[in-house]
């Protein structure tokens, strides 16, 4: 059974990050691993979306089908609610909730709606919402906000089995190690 | 040894397997990982070079001179390519080569959804489409091996899904391939129409061979489940397939896609009672199925244009997709990317699209952005290099007209040395009044940061000669040059207040770096206090006019309920570009750092 996983957010957030982290660990437990990436054309600022699919079996297509996501990781919650159409009737959505305008809202055009959480609660089976950003300033960097959403995906997913730790070890640079792994337990930790 | 690896860096890797020592390339979406991870590697020499077509003439005389060559692009880099692609397709190689081109169902960074398996038809050109990564590292081994018993150019067909999806891929040893010896060979080196005359003929039987090849290929391969349901798939095509016809359905899944396995085909087809094929862009296998006389099922089922991922196909099979949860919809704001705070092109739109009575012709780059709101500064742009010349055209039309428009071009550096020189010549020489800028931010932005002829560094790294832009244009006859710093409201309006009245071509040079790049030492002299400082809004002093706003900045901040504009101190970078635009001066630079 091909699982599929679909993690989202704004440029800069450390969504592609987040993404060959599970990756990596994902083969290296055996599993036939397809990954596919559409950032958007701007390098800051556009939305990006990484899909990760995984199976004991072969795995066919790189992209996921819409209605079929076991779980959305979003990194920001608006990008939770432009994907949502991805998640299955069963799924799971694990939203950070912070709040990233875009140009057209900065400029007046738009409005952020402010019950985003509400509408994706009212949509979804299980919402998670979690506030990584600011879990993560606390632990002393707001950029380890995609390793706590990281944490949470692999608790939601069942898939601790997998040696998380050296794959950080191995991933991230050595001065950001500690503060990664705090990070990856604190997002383990709110799934519970 | 397995990796994960993308599409991009499998084919790299097959470079390296395959005992490739010369690749050439020009950046493109979604093409250019490809030769940034060729570059890693010692053992190959790597050049970005100024446009596609330079990169395929590099890899032909590397290949002329006895080694294995290749050059990628994106489809439409092969347009530009073309040319001696389709010549050299006559002569054969000597060392083995390959063209990889980058196609994009989707359009997700590209102009146009070119389908370039037209080229490899028409250039008689020998071609390999991968699925996944695994392929595309198997492809190129296999490519270059079958380019010097076949004595031809081989086309490795990728799109951007295989570019830009990772799976699994088993790694082997390099092959170090002996560098074969060149001797003058006027009869195949030398196309003129004498000789051309009889490679045209050779050309036929070399296909014959490759068409009985293309039988045997191991990348053709049938899987029958049953004859009820046939599907016919080449590439990516063939994964999202099997998501949807599921394992009920038999499978004719093609790699080695010209010429095509005819015998195969016919035999698949002959025992399906209904055939689908599932191919991206055109009906390239469908009309090659239809000649054979068989009817079968492609673009009256599935949509002419896009992906064929599994949605579409199932959507298109079945009249719906899988059921999706129901929600508001509305809700979701547009996310469209824009210009990075502190951009060196917000200063120049800003004040372009300002003025009346002038046309913009634009270009292929982050610039393109600046057709949108809020700057509403380009009016055309159609592929690399052609601002400067469609520009030349409207100008010489409205003259001709009488009709009193001012024809201001835009190209990025990057592009200029692209295939912008050429047009300028032209500009020159015919006696255009056209005013010519050049967005010169010291690298090549919208793909990630690739070097170029003026950036002082090869894909390497390695220190490079910098063409001057500004001696350029000299040298061309350009007697009208300006640098100038294109975050200087006034220089901008100076510059254009100098040149739009002049009856002869003008150059302006907008100079300054890139917000994203890895700056040079020489960057880092050359730009005094270069995004070192930040801007502040003085809440007291703002009206919440919005001007500010007018910049397309995403920095700054309107704050609806207090009607003041703030700015985010973690995306400034102090180009004080809305400083400038402030009608009360209620923005001024951060003291204190």
Redesign the interface.
């Known amino acids: 059974m091909t699982k599929n996983i679909l993690l989202t957010g704004?440029g800069g957030q450390g969504t592609i990050l987040a993404a060959k982290m599970l990756?990596?660990g994902l083969?290296e437990e055996g599993y036939?691993?397809?990954?596919?990436?559409?950032h958007?054309?701007?390098?800051?600022?556009?939305?990006v979306t990484s899909q990760v699919r995984y199976s004991r079996e072969r795995?066919?297509?790189?992209?996921i089908?819409?209605?079929?996501a076991d779980i959305i990781v979003s990194f920001e919650k608006?990008e939770a609610?432009?994907n949502?159409?991805?998640?299955r009737?069963d799924g799971t959505v694990v939203v950070n909730s912070e709040e990233i305008?875009?140009?057209?809202?900065?400029?007046?055009e738009?409005?952020?709606?402010p019950?985003?959480i509400e509408?994706?609660q009212?949509?979804?089976k299980k919402v998670v919402v979690i506030d990584a950003s600011r879990k993560a300033e606390e632990l002393g960097n707001v950029k380890a906000a995609n390793v706590i959403l990281l944490g949470a995906l692999v608790q939601a997913m069942g898939l601790d089995d997998i040696d998380w730790e050296e794959i950080i070890r191995k991933t991230v640079k050595e001065k950001f190690v500690k503060l990664n792994l705090k990070a990856f337990a604190v997002g383990k930790e709110q799934m519970k | 040894m397995k990796k994960l690896l993308t599409g991009d860096e499998a084919i790299a890797r097959g470079a390296y397997e395959a005992g490739v020592r010369h690749a050439s390339a020009y950046p493109g979406t979604p093409s250019t990982e490809i030769l940034e991870n060729i570059a890693k590697y010692d053992e190959i020499y790597a050049e970005w070079a100024p446009n596609e077509k330079v990169a395929m003439e590099s890899a032909i005389g590397a290949s002329m001179a006895g080694v294995r060559s290749m050059a990628s692009m994106k489809h439409v880099g092969v347009n530009v390519a073309a040319d001696p692609l389709m010549t050299f397709a006559y002569m054969g190689v000597n060392g083995g080569a390959v063209i990889v081109t980058a196609d994009e169902p989707g359009m997700f960074s590209s102009q146009n959804e070119q389908d370039n398996r037209n080229y490899a038809k028409m250039g008689k050109i020998p071609m390999l489409e991968p699925a996944d990564s695994q392929e595309c590292l198997d492809m190129m081994k296999a490519a270059f091996e079958l380019s010097e018993t076949y004595n031809v150019i081989f086309m490795i067909r990728m799109v951007t899904r295989v570019c830009h999806s990772k799976s699994l891929v088993e790694c082997g040893e390099r092959q170090e391939v002996p560098v074969k010896e060149w001797k003058p060979d006027p009869m195949k080196y030398v196309a003129l129409p004498a000789h051309s005359r009889i490679l045209r003929v050779q050309i036929e039987e070399r296909m014959k061979k490759l068409a009985e090849y293309s039988e045997r290929s191991s990348f053709n391969h049938a899987e029958i489940n049953g004859t009820k349901t046939g599907v016919i798939a080449s590439g990516v095509s063939y994964y999202y397939a099997r998501e949807v016809f599921g394992e009920e359905a038999s499978y004719l899944k093609l790699g080695f896609t010209n010429p095509l396995p005819e015998k195969m085909i016919r035999e698949f087809c002959e025992k399906m009672d209904r055939v689908y094929i599932v191919e991206e862009d055109d009906p390239y296998i469908e009309e090659f199925c239809q000649r054979l006389g068989f009817e079968v099922h492609g673009k009256d089922t599935f949509p002419p244009y896009g992906e064929m991922t599994p949605d579409v196909l199932r959507k298109s099979l079945t009249g719906s997709t899988l059921p999706e949860v129901e929600y508001d919809r509305s809700k979701v704001i547009r996310r469209p990317p824009s210009l990075c705070a502190g951009c060196p092109h917000r200063g120049l739109f800003y004040r372009l699209g300002k003025r009346k009575d002038i046309m913009i012709s634009g270009d292929i780059g982050c610039y393109t952005l600046a057709a949108g709101a809020p700057y509403n500064a380009m009016n055309s742009t159609v592929c690399m290099g052609a601002s400067i010349s469609v520009g030349h055209g409207a100008q010489q039309a409205f003259n001709r007209a009488g009709v009193k428009r001012k024809v201001v071009t835009v190209l990025g550096d990057s592009t200029f040395f692209h295939t912008g020189v050429e047009s300028l010549i032209n500009t020159v020489y015919n006696k255009s009044d056209t005013v010519n800028i050049i967005l010169d931010n010291r690298i090549t932005g919208m793909t990630g940061h690739q070097q170029n002829p003026g950036s002082g560094f090869t894909v390497k790294m390695e220190p490079a000669p910098i063409i001057d832009i500004e001696e350029l244009v000299k040298a061309l006859g350009i007697r009208h040059v300006k640098v100038i710093d294109p975050n200087d409201l006034a220089a901008v309006d100076a510059a254009l207040d100098e040149f739009l009245p002049l009856k002869e071509p003008s150059v302006i040079i907008t100079r300054w770096p890139c917000v994203l790049k890895k700056f040079s030492e020489a960057d880092l002299e050359e730009f005094d206090g270069l995004f070192s400082t930040k801007d502040t809004v003085d809440p007291e002093k703002c009206i919440g006019c919005r001007a500010c706003m007018g910049t397309g900045c995403p920095a700054l901040i309107f704050e609806k309920e207090e009607k003041k504009v703030r700015i985010n101190r973690a995306d400034c970078v102090g180009c004080d570009v809305c400083m400038q635009v402030c009608p009360v001066d209620a923005i001024t630079k951060e003291t204190g750092r």
Do not use: C, F, H
Not at chain 1, 65 to 68: I, L, R, V
Not at chain 1, 84 to 87: G, P, Q, R, S, V
């Open positions: 704004v990756t990596i083969m036939d691993v397809k990954m596919s990436e559409i958007g054309m701007s390098q800051r600022g556009g939305d795995v066919w297509s790189p992209v089908e819409k209605g079929t608006m609610l432009r949502l159409d991805y998640i009737a305008p875009s140009m057209t809202v900065l400029t007046g738009e409005e952020y709606a019950d985003v509408e994706l009212k949509t979804a």
